[in-house]
């Protein structure tokens, strides 16, 4: 339309701030409305068990979650090959048609019986996985992408709380359990329309952002071969650290009411959302620095710091809480935070750093979207584990246990895949200085 076409032209001539507000804007309410189709069932109770043959009893909400997970699970994996190929012009009615589908699909479960209705939260999670991808295919290889992903990434660490604080108070206006995921994905139906089609007006890469970040491009199934195989060892010990962030990171948030409830919280609802404001500032600072750096190695490098100082933030703040030393507020700010910074960069700066970093035509959306395939294989692994391995362990137990081991394997994995891609762009370089007959800055990098 005439209308969209002038918002474009308008972007491509607005100087970097107000290109870098909108963009910022349109990203944070779309992944922060999207939430609200996924996350609110979470602060139901949903009582009751389910009798398995040759298993203990497994209660309902746990069902649920498992059932949502799997969904969730298997769309990130369909994502990787049907986010790796959207054209550009395609994401936004596919960002739609996800959410619109999983909304229809958190009806069916408010009709549907216990525990039948498990089989409708796995259709509310198979399309939703594969909507960051897809948004973030609107932002990355830019001069600014840092920090156009650190704004994205706020979202779905304040959304969550804030979407199951408005689904419980929907519970307190007198809306059965059963419905309140469906009524709270209806209210934030319009902003979500509104921030789509603010997506949509944002124009591609410049000359300079490809030049600065490499050139992004669609990726068939040869190309996401060659690249994994070129870049194996270091990807697959991300992912592998992926996993375990991603497993913590669910079972933080989908047993958030029950871990506060266990500290003393049970009567605050506003915990789940003013809990979260200082860990998503912290995240957001911490990745934001990012965007300073200019050599695509170096930031690469750092990105990888900043994770590892996360993990032993979320171990040793654990000690602490556990020695007396810092109460439960702290405490769960301090996991909170140490998880996004580890958690936050593999969303946003660390696979665009490092495509560019490498000199690789490729797209992030790829390796994101791959990372989370594995990483919510992971969450329901863990989700299994406890249920059945562990049934009777309180969740903060469990949660107190599952701290200190997070951060243990985090850290030595991160700093293992510090060192191996930071020879592999080393031989990069090398590379390319012999190619030409002297130093050069490896692709995608500029000298500072």
């Given at each position: 339309?005439?209308?969209?076409?002038?918002?474009?032209?308008?972007?491509?001539r607005?100087p970097?701030?107000?290109?870098?507000?909108?963009?910022?804007?349109?990203?944070?309410?779309?992944?922060?409305?999207?939430?609200?189709?996924?996350?609110?069932?979470?602060?139901g109770?949903?009582?009751?068990?389910?009798?398995?043959?040759?298993?203990?009893?497994?209660?309902?909400?746990s069902?649920?979650?498992?059932?949502?997970?799997l969904?969730?699970?298997?769309s990130?994996?369909?994502?990787?090959?049907?986010?790796?190929?959207?054209?550009?012009?395609?994401?936004?009615?596919?960002?739609?048609?996800?959410?619109g589908?999983?909304?229809?699909?958190?009806?069916?479960?408010?009709?549907?019986?216990?525990?039948?209705?498990?089989?409708?939260?796995?259709?509310?999670?198979?399309?939703?996985?594969?909507?960051w991808?897809?948004?973030?295919?609107?932002?990355?290889?830019?001069?600014?992408?840092?920090?156009?992903?650190?704004?994205?990434?706020?979202?779905?660490?304040?959304?969550?709380g804030?979407?199951?604080?408005?689904?419980?108070?929907?519970?307190?206006?007198?809306?059965?359990?059963?419905?309140?995921?469906?009524?709270?994905?209806?209210?934030?139906?319009?902003?979500?329309?509104?921030?789509?089609?603010?997506?949509?007006?944002?124009?591609?890469?410049?000359?300079?952002?490809?030049a600065?970040?490499?050139?992004?491009?669609?990726?068939?199934?040869?190309?996401?071969?060659?690249?994994?195989?070129?870049?194996?060892?270091?990807?697959?010990?991300?992912?592998?650290?992926?996993?375990?962030?991603?497993?913590y990171?669910?079972?933080?948030?989908?047993?958030?009411?029950?871990?506060?409830?266990?500290?003393?919280?049970?009567?605050?609802p506003?915990?789940?959302?003013?809990?979260?404001?200082?860990?998503?500032?912290?995240?957001?600072?911490?990745?934001?620095?990012?965007?300073?750096?200019?050599?695509?190695?170096?930031?690469?490098?750092?990105?990888?710091?900043?994770?590892l100082?996360?993990?032993v933030?979320?171990?040793?703040?654990?000690?602490?809480?556990?020695?007396?030393?810092?109460?439960?507020?702290?405490?769960?700010?301090?996991?909170?935070?140490?998880?996004y910074?580890?958690?936050?960069?593999?969303?946003?700066?660390?696979?665009?750093?490092?495509?560019?970093?490498?000199?690789?035509?490729?797209?992030?959306?790829?390796?994101?979207?791959?990372a989370?395939?594995?990483?919510?294989l992971?969450?329901?692994?863990?989700?299994?584990?406890?249920?059945?391995?562990?049934?009777?362990r309180?969740?903060?137990?469990?949660?107190?246990?599952?701290?200190?081991?997070?951060?243990?394997?985090?850290?030595?994995?991160?700093?293992?895949?510090?060192?191996?891609?930071?020879?592999?762009?080393?031989?990069?370089?090398?590379a390319?200085?012999?190619?030409?007959g002297?130093?050069?800055?490896?692709?995608?990098?500029?000298?500072?």
């Amino acid at each position: 339309m005439p209308a969209q076409r002038r918002v474009t032209r308008w972007l491509e001539r607005a100087p970097a701030p107000v290109f870098t507000a909108f963009a910022v804007l349109a990203a944070f309410a779309t992944y922060f409305c999207m939430y609200a189709f996924r996350k609110p069932f979470a602060v139901g109770t949903f009582q009751g068990a389910v009798a398995l043959p040759l298993l203990p009893p497994l209660d309902l909400k746990s069902l649920y979650l498992i059932a949502q997970g799997l969904g969730y699970c298997a769309s990130k994996f369909l994502g990787i090959k049907i986010v790796s190929e959207m054209r550009p012009e395609r994401r936004a009615l596919a960002i739609l048609a996800c959410i619109g589908v999983s909304e229809a699909a958190l009806v069916l479960f408010a009709l549907a019986p216990a525990p039948h209705a498990a089989v409708f939260l796995v259709l509310n999670g198979l399309p939703l996985g594969m909507v960051w991808g897809l948004v973030f295919g609107f932002l990355e290889g830019r001069r600014v992408s840092d920090l156009l992903g650190a704004g994205l990434c706020v979202s779905f660490i304040v959304a969550s709380g804030f979407v199951k604080t408005v689904g419980k108070l929907t519970l307190g206006w007198g809306v059965p359990e059963a419905w309140m995921p469906a009524l709270t994905g209806a209210l934030f139906f319009p902003p979500l329309l509104l921030s789509i089609w603010m997506l949509a007006q944002i124009p591609p890469p410049s000359a300079d952002d490809e030049a600065l970040r490499t050139r992004r491009a669609p990726m068939d199934r040869a190309a996401r071969r060659a690249f994994f195989l070129a870049n194996a060892g270091g990807l697959v010990t991300l992912v592998v650290g992926y996993m375990v962030l991603t497993a913590y990171r669910d079972f933080r948030d989908n047993f958030a009411r029950e871990i506060w409830d266990a500290v003393g919280y049970a009567d605050q609802p506003a915990i789940l959302t003013t809990a979260e404001i200082p860990v998503a500032i912290g995240a957001l600072v911490g990745v934001a620095l990012m965007m300073g750096i200019r050599s695509n190695r170096a930031a690469l490098l750092a990105v990888h710091g900043l994770m590892l100082a996360g993990a032993v933030l979320v171990g040793g703040s654990t000690a602490l809480y556990q020695a007396g030393v810092i109460g439960p507020v702290a405490w769960m700010i301090s996991v909170g935070l140490g998880l996004y910074v580890g958690y936050v960069p593999y969303n946003c700066v660390l696979f665009d750093r490092l495509i560019a970093a490498l000199g690789s035509v490729a797209t992030a959306g790829f390796l994101i979207t791959a990372a989370d395939a594995f990483g919510y294989l992971g969450s329901v692994t863990v989700l299994l584990y406890k249920s059945f391995g562990q049934p009777k362990r309180s969740w903060i137990e469990f949660f107190l246990g599952f701290s200190y081991a997070t951060a243990l394997v985090c850290a030595a994995l991160f700093a293992a895949s510090a060192g191996y891609f930071w020879l592999r762009t080393r031989a990069d370089r090398l590379a390319t200085s012999r190619a030409v007959g002297g130093p050069r800055e490896p692709a995608g990098e500029q000298p500072g």
